[in-house]
């Protein structure tokens, strides 16, 4: 079974960039069983999906974040990452990192237990 | 606002049958894009509860069950337990928006 864990700082300053990983055990990112995504939560808010890539290194984004972030691969490592510029408060999020089974049904199956990034001087 | 809505709470009594609607719109669930449900435990992450608008993952007790028709989906929680105690979320996909959506979350309580 995949296991996903995110890592990163935990506090950001406004207008810098939020860079977050997350390493995934228990299989092989170079698999090709998944896309592999990152969804953030603000507090007491709901889930907002921020992109997602492939071992190809194919991406696709949330077209409202789509001008801040990028995901990125690292099959050596076995890890993506997330970075996303110019952040503000409303960045401020519990950032989680998943699989993405894409097939006759697509959907997150697998989660990381997640890390909260402040966005605050 | 989310693009998929959902009521902000439920609540019932143990052994009761609770269900939550998730409303989409002609982009979304009405054009027969899957719908899926995720529970989200207090301080935990979300974790898949039905995919495919009605299929459990193995694990997932019988007690829930998924339903979708024209732009809108439903879940339901038969024979309530304190445990299910959470927030549920649908998920879907949207053409308009070329990406995947979240409705807001429904907090079940059980009294």
């Known amino acids: 079974q995949v296991q996903l864990q995110e890592s990163g700082p935990g506090l950001v300053k406004p207008s810098q960039t939020l860079s977050l990983t997350c390493t995934v055990s228990?299989?092989?990112?170079?698999?090709?069983?998944?896309?592999w995504s990152w969804i953030r939560q603000p507090a007491g808010k709901g889930l907002e999906w921020i992109g997602r890539?492939?071992?190809?290194?194919?991406?696709s984004y949330n077209p409202s974040l789509k001008s801040r972030v990028t995901i990125s691969v690292d099959t050596s490592k076995n890890q993506f990452s997330l970075k996303l510029s110019s952040v503000t408060a409303a960045d401020t999020a519990v950032y989680y990192c998943?699989?993405?089974?894409?097939?006759?049904?697509?959907?997150?199956?697998?989660w990381g237990q997640g890390t909260l990034v402040t966005v605050s001087s | 606002q989310s693009v998929l809505t959902q009521p902000p709470s439920v609540s019932g009594a143990p052994g009761q049958r609770v269900t939550i609607s998730c409303t989409g719109s002609?982009?979304?669930?009405?054009?027969?894009?899957?719908v899926h449900w995720y529970q989200q435990l207090p301080g935990t992450a979300p974790k898949l509860l039905i995919y495919?608008?009605?299929n459990r993952p193995s694990g997932v007790p019988g007690r829930f069950s998924g339903s979708k028709s024209g732009t809108s989906a439903s879940l339901a929680i038969t024979g309530l337990r304190a445990e299910d105690e959470a927030d549920y979320y649908c998920?879907?996909?949207?053409?308009?928006?070329?990406?995947?959506?979240f409705g807001g979350g429904t907090k079940v309580t059980v009294l």
């Open positions: 998920q879907s996909y949207d053409s308009s928006l070329s990406g995947w959506v």
């Open positions: 002609s982009s979304n669930i009405g054009a027969r894009f899957d």
């Open positions: 998943a699989t993405f089974k894409e097939g006759y049904y697509s959907y997150f199956d697998y």
């Open positions: 890539i492939y071992t190809s290194g194919s991406t």
């Open positions: 495919g608008n009605t």
């Open positions: 228990g299989g092989s990112i170079s698999s090709g069983s998944y896309y």
